[in-house]
């Protein structure tokens, strides 16, 4: 049933922005539309999932256990996948501020039948100690173990399938790839998968990033989840130009971030740039962005 689900699916369209920015630049700029794969396990979420989802149908566990904050985009996609797929689903969630009065996204994974439980944050960062994973085998008994954000070499495997999608739809390797960056499994996918003269070019969302070749770090806006003035008025304009929705946390920035180089020069003049919208959209601030 997975195997054919994923085989129906697979694939997003490639959309061409002919004017997608407040002033005109020398690139041209394609979207991977990823955040139209699915309604609820959409862009990233959905190629992270995809193997992963396959190796427990194959290990017969029912049950995935993950981790996220109150917001984690991956916490609402694991969710939505367990009620999708049938899978029992468990979030063990980063800080007890929200024990009391669930987020949005906490709310969400509730309604999909996902159970969760608190930890402190000392406790959270352990989540990797084999001890830490034997205590919660203790409490919830046998399950298939999905690291936070998702991000492991199965992960990276359904990422990397986009690169010969691209291809595929452009009828030519672009010059660049671009994504936003958390956690890194989707920019380790897409440098996996691609090649010359492909340049894959990640853009941090989280703030004390060091840099690196494939790594642009300066338009996090303030770190995680912040945002500044600048930031909000592109996306307002960018929704308002091209018709397309990005929220304040990953795919406006990078999208940002494409801009603003793109006025100083950094691309080639005439180059063919593919920007992966990666989903994300339950954790947009309609309030602040409509």
Not at 83 to 90: H, L, S
Not at 219 to 248: M, S, V
Not at 257 to 271: E, H, N, T
Request: aromatic residues 10%; charged residues 20%; contains cysteine.
């Amino acid at each position: 049933m997975l195997e054919d689900f994923f085989a129906l699916a697979a694939g997003s369209r490639l959309q061409f922005l002919p004017n997608p920015f407040p002033e005109p630049v020398s690139i041209r700029l394609f979207l991977k539309r990823d955040d139209e794969l699915h309604p609820n396990v959409s862009g990233n979420k959905w190629r992270k999932l995809k193997y992963n989802l396959l190796e427990a149908s194959r290990l017969s566990q029912n049950t995935l256990l993950t981790y996220g904050g109150a917001f984690s985009n991956h916490i609402y996609a694991v969710a939505s996948a367990g009620k999708v797929f049938g899978f029992q689903t468990i979030g063990i969630i980063r800080g007890e501020d929200h024990r009391e009065r669930d987020t949005p996204t906490l709310a969400y994974a509730r309604e999909q039948g996902m159970r969760l439980h608190f930890v402190t944050r000392e406790q959270f960062r352990r989540k990797d100690e084999a001890p830490f994973l034997a205590d919660l085998r203790q409490s919830f008994g046998d399950f298939y173990n999905l690291p936070e954000g998702g991000t492991n070499e199965l992960a990276v495997r359904g990422v990397a399938e986009v690169i010969p999608e691209i291809r595929a739809q452009l009828g030519a390797a672009p010059d660049y790839i671009c994504c936003p960056v958390g956690t890194g499994g989707t920019l380790a996918g897409l440098v996996a998968g691609a090649a010359e003269p492909t340049r894959v070019i990640g853009f941090a969302a989280l703030k004390g990033v060091t840099p690196t070749d494939s790594l642009q770090t300066a338009y996090h806006f303030g770190g995680y989840a912040r945002t500044k003035p600048e930031l909000i008025d592109f996306i307002r304009l960018f929704k308002r130009q091209n018709g397309i929705l990005l929220e304040q946390v990953y795919t406006g920035k990078m999208l940002y971030g494409i801009y603003d180089l793109a006025r100083q020069g950094y691309f080639q003049p005439g180059s063919t740039v593919v920007a992966l919208h990666t989903g994300g959209l339950q954790g947009r601030n309609a309030a602040l962005l409509d």
